[in-house]
Nanobody, 121 residues
């Protein structure tokens, strides 16, 4: 499972750091990502990171948000700076987890429970 933390209330221009740790028995974790869902909107992809550390993010957060991971801790982070009211959303972490079953790798998409980020003065 994935356990996300770090959300909260912050003023515009402020910073927050989200964390998401994977637990359980698995062979490997491939890509990890952060999504968000604002009130009344569909869930959208914020940023992704491969197991090798290659990253990508949506244009609206480039230069403000940084995704990173610690493979030894099976944890992905999202450092959010210069936050804007439009960043207000529930943030979800996602991971592609590989579990060996009968000697064969099976891929699963794990989701965290969501953590609320509110940017408001």
């Amino acid at each position: 499972q994935l356990q996300a933390s770090g959300g909260g209330l912050v003023q515009p221009g402020g910073s927050l750091r989200l964390s998401c740790a994977a637990s359980g028995s698995f062979f490997r974790i491939n890509d990890m990502a952060w999504y968000r869902q604002a009130p009344g909107k569909e869930r959208e992809l914020v940023a992704t990171i491969t197991s090798g550390g290659s990253t990508n993010s949506q244009d609206s957060v480039k230069g403000r948000f940084t995704i990173s991971r610690d493979n030894a801790k099976n944890t992905v982070y999202l450092q959010m700076n210069s936050l804007k009211p439009e960043d207000t959303a529930v943030y979800y972490c996602n991971a592609e987890v590989i579990i060996m079953t009968s000697g064969l790798p099976r891929h699963y998409a794990y989701w965290g429970q969501g953590t609320l980020v509110t940017v408001s003065s």
